[in-house]
Protein backbone atom coordinates (compact mmCIF):
# COMPACT_ATOMS: atom_id res chain seq x y z
CA UNK A 1 0.00 0.00 0.00
CA UNK A 2 1.37 3.27 -1.15
CA UNK A 3 1.26 6.02 1.54
CA UNK A 4 1.01 9.69 1.82
CA UNK A 5 4.49 10.31 1.86
CA UNK A 6 5.14 7.50 -1.35
CA UNK A 7 2.35 9.32 -3.26
CA UNK A 8 4.40 13.22 -2.90
CA UNK A 9 7.70 11.36 -3.49
CA UNK A 10 5.98 9.98 -6.91
CA UNK A 11 4.52 13.35 -7.89
CA UNK A 12 8.25 15.09 -7.12
CA UNK A 13 9.53 12.43 -9.22
CA UNK A 14 7.03 13.29 -12.31
CA UNK A 15 7.01 17.25 -12.12
CA UNK A 16 11.30 16.86 -12.47
CA UNK A 17 10.81 14.87 -14.96
CA UNK A 18 7.46 16.07 -16.42
CA UNK A 19 6.70 12.18 -18.02
CA UNK A 20 4.95 9.61 -15.94
CA UNK A 21 7.08 6.57 -18.08
CA UNK A 22 10.64 8.46 -17.19
CA UNK A 23 9.14 9.09 -13.36
CA UNK A 24 8.30 5.27 -13.65
CA UNK A 25 11.79 4.73 -14.84
CA UNK A 26 13.30 6.49 -12.19
CA UNK A 27 11.54 5.32 -9.69
CA UNK A 28 11.77 1.42 -10.84
CA UNK A 29 7.64 1.18 -10.98
CA UNK A 30 5.61 0.57 -13.71
CA UNK A 31 3.83 3.68 -15.86
CA UNK A 32 -0.05 2.57 -14.70
CA UNK A 33 1.14 2.61 -11.42
CA UNK A 34 3.14 6.12 -11.34
CA UNK A 35 -0.32 7.14 -13.19
CA UNK A 36 -2.93 5.45 -10.72
CA UNK A 37 -0.39 7.13 -7.72
CA UNK A 38 -1.04 10.62 -9.07
CA UNK A 39 -4.80 9.99 -9.31
CA UNK A 40 -5.28 8.91 -6.30
CA UNK A 41 -3.21 12.23 -4.64
CA UNK A 42 -5.33 14.38 -7.20
CA UNK A 43 -8.42 12.56 -5.27
CA UNK A 44 -7.19 12.95 -2.07
CA UNK A 45 -6.66 16.76 -2.83
CA UNK A 46 -9.37 17.56 -4.70
CA UNK A 47 -7.44 19.52 -7.15
CA UNK A 48 -5.88 18.55 -10.74
CA UNK A 49 -1.71 18.71 -10.27
CA UNK A 50 -1.00 17.74 -14.24
CA UNK A 51 -2.33 18.68 -17.44
CA UNK A 52 -1.53 15.91 -19.66
CA UNK A 53 -0.20 16.42 -23.57
CA UNK A 54 1.20 14.33 -26.45
CA UNK A 55 4.55 15.57 -25.09
CA UNK A 56 3.94 14.22 -20.94
CA UNK A 57 2.74 16.36 -18.20
CA UNK A 58 2.93 20.21 -17.84
CA UNK A 59 1.97 20.84 -13.88
CA UNK A 60 -1.32 23.23 -13.19
CA UNK A 61 -1.16 26.26 -11.21
CA UNK A 62 -1.60 24.11 -8.43
CA UNK A 63 0.46 21.87 -8.80
CA UNK A 64 2.78 24.53 -9.01
CA UNK A 65 2.22 25.90 -5.71
CA UNK A 66 2.27 21.92 -4.02
CA UNK A 67 5.49 21.20 -6.13
CA UNK A 68 7.14 24.14 -4.85
CA UNK A 69 6.34 22.84 -0.91
CA UNK A 70 6.83 19.40 -1.92
CA UNK A 71 10.67 20.22 -3.00
CA UNK A 72 11.85 22.15 0.32
CA UNK A 73 9.59 19.53 2.46
CA UNK A 74 11.64 16.17 0.24
CA UNK A 75 15.37 18.46 0.66
CA UNK A 76 14.68 18.49 4.40
CA UNK A 77 13.23 14.64 4.40
CA UNK A 78 16.48 13.49 2.53
CA UNK A 79 18.84 15.78 5.01
CA UNK A 80 17.48 13.91 8.00
CA UNK A 81 17.78 10.55 6.37
CA UNK A 82 21.76 10.81 5.22
CA UNK A 83 22.01 12.48 9.07
CA UNK A 84 20.19 9.64 10.33
CA UNK A 85 22.59 7.45 8.06
CA UNK A 86 25.56 9.04 9.27
CA UNK A 87 24.42 8.61 12.78
CA UNK A 88 23.58 4.86 12.32
CA UNK A 89 27.10 3.95 10.38
CA UNK A 90 29.05 6.01 13.26
CA UNK A 91 29.84 9.14 10.97
CA UNK A 92 28.66 11.68 13.55
CA UNK A 93 27.54 12.07 16.88
CA UNK A 94 28.22 12.39 20.49
CA UNK A 95 28.98 9.65 22.99
CA UNK A 96 28.37 10.78 26.88
CA UNK A 97 30.46 8.21 29.17
CA UNK A 98 30.21 8.27 32.72
CA UNK A 99 33.57 7.17 34.54
CA UNK A 100 36.28 7.74 37.56
CA UNK A 101 39.25 9.63 37.60
CA UNK A 102 41.22 6.65 38.14
CA UNK A 103 39.71 4.22 35.54
CA UNK A 104 39.75 6.75 33.35
CA UNK A 105 43.49 7.77 33.51
CA UNK A 106 45.08 4.11 33.70
CA UNK A 107 42.27 2.36 31.92
CA UNK A 108 39.61 3.78 29.55
CA UNK A 109 42.45 6.46 27.74
CA UNK A 110 44.13 4.30 25.33
CA UNK A 111 40.41 2.62 24.34
CA UNK A 112 39.37 6.22 23.69
CA UNK A 113 42.17 7.05 21.95
CA UNK A 114 41.76 4.16 19.80
CA UNK A 115 38.03 5.24 19.23
CA UNK A 116 38.37 8.42 18.29
CA UNK A 117 41.01 7.23 15.39
CA UNK A 118 38.52 5.01 14.07
CA UNK A 119 35.39 7.16 14.42
CA UNK A 120 36.63 11.01 14.31
CA UNK A 121 33.20 12.21 13.77
CA UNK A 122 32.16 11.07 17.51
CA UNK A 123 32.38 13.65 19.86
CA UNK A 124 33.46 12.14 22.98
CA UNK A 125 32.10 13.73 26.34
CA UNK A 126 33.09 12.42 29.68
CA UNK A 127 31.58 12.64 32.89
CA UNK A 128 33.50 12.45 36.05
CA UNK A 129 31.95 10.79 38.96
CA UNK A 130 32.03 8.10 41.81
CA UNK A 131 29.90 4.94 40.91
CA UNK A 132 26.96 5.66 42.12
CA UNK A 133 26.96 9.33 40.49
CA UNK A 134 28.03 7.09 37.51
CA UNK A 135 24.42 5.03 37.46
CA UNK A 136 22.43 8.22 38.41
CA UNK A 137 23.94 10.15 35.08
CA UNK A 138 22.99 7.03 33.50
CA UNK A 139 19.43 7.09 34.89
CA UNK A 140 18.53 10.12 34.53
CA UNK A 141 19.87 10.47 30.34
CA UNK A 142 22.94 12.74 31.61
CA UNK A 143 25.60 9.57 30.21
CA UNK A 144 25.19 7.09 27.51
CA UNK A 145 27.36 4.43 29.01
CA UNK A 146 29.12 4.36 32.43
CA UNK A 147 31.99 2.41 33.23
CA UNK A 148 32.84 2.05 36.95
CA UNK A 149 33.75 -0.34 39.49
CA UNK A 150 31.15 -3.31 41.13
CA UNK A 151 29.34 -4.09 42.60
CA UNK A 152 26.38 -2.18 41.16
CA UNK A 153 23.06 -3.51 42.77
CA UNK A 154 20.57 -1.79 40.50
CA UNK A 155 17.84 -3.68 38.41
CA UNK A 156 17.54 -0.69 36.29
CA UNK A 157 20.73 -0.95 34.72
CA UNK A 158 22.18 -3.37 32.71
CA UNK A 159 25.44 -4.48 33.77
CA UNK A 160 28.74 -5.53 31.18
CA UNK A 161 31.31 -7.05 33.15
CA UNK A 162 34.43 -5.77 30.82
CA UNK A 163 37.44 -6.38 32.87
CA UNK A 164 39.01 -7.68 36.21
CA UNK A 165 41.20 -5.45 37.66
CA UNK A 166 43.12 -6.18 40.94
CA UNK A 167 43.50 -4.08 43.75
CA UNK A 168 46.51 -3.46 45.56
CA UNK A 169 47.81 -1.54 48.69
CA UNK A 170 50.58 0.35 48.34
CA UNK A 171 53.01 1.56 51.45
CA UNK A 172 56.29 3.53 51.93
CA UNK A 173 59.85 2.13 52.97
CA UNK A 174 59.20 1.63 56.34
CA UNK A 175 57.35 -1.71 55.56
CA UNK A 176 59.55 -3.14 53.21
CA UNK A 177 59.76 -5.89 55.52
CA UNK A 178 56.31 -7.29 54.57
CA UNK A 179 57.68 -7.68 50.73
CA UNK A 180 56.16 -11.04 49.86
CA UNK A 181 54.62 -11.90 53.46
CA UNK A 182 50.86 -12.17 53.84
CA UNK A 183 49.23 -9.55 55.67
CA UNK A 184 46.12 -10.04 57.47
CA UNK A 185 43.00 -7.47 57.18
CA UNK A 186 42.50 -6.84 60.60
CA UNK A 187 46.41 -5.88 60.58
CA UNK A 188 45.80 -2.92 57.22
CA UNK A 189 42.67 -2.00 59.08
CA UNK A 190 44.70 -0.80 61.90
CA UNK A 191 47.02 2.02 59.82
CA UNK A 192 45.78 4.76 58.20
CA UNK A 193 44.93 4.38 55.05
CA UNK A 194 44.33 6.79 51.96
CA UNK A 195 41.21 6.19 49.79
CA UNK A 196 38.99 7.54 47.25
CA UNK A 197 36.26 9.39 48.62
CA UNK A 198 33.49 7.55 50.65
CA UNK A 199 31.09 7.18 48.31
CA UNK A 200 33.24 5.01 45.85
CA UNK A 201 32.73 1.59 45.45
CA UNK A 202 36.52 0.63 46.46
CA UNK A 203 36.36 2.38 49.62
CA UNK A 204 32.88 0.93 50.72
CA UNK A 205 33.86 -2.28 49.61
CA UNK A 206 36.90 -2.56 52.25
CA UNK A 207 35.03 -0.39 54.77
Known amino acids: MIGKLDLYRIFNVVSQNKSFSKAAQE???????????????EDELEIQLFYRTSKGVVL???????????NSAIGMINVAEEKILEFKTLRTGQL??????TISRYFLLPYLEEFHTKYPGI????????????????????????????????????????????????????????TNKAVSLEFLMKM????????????????
Open 123 to 178: KLNILNGTTTEICEFIKNGKADVGICNLPIYDDHLQVIPCKEIQDIFVCGEKFKRL
Open 27 to 41: LYMTQSAVSQAIMKL
Open 192 to 207: PLIFLEKKSNSRMFVE
Open 60 to 70: TNEGKLLNEHI
Open 96 to 101: RIGVGD
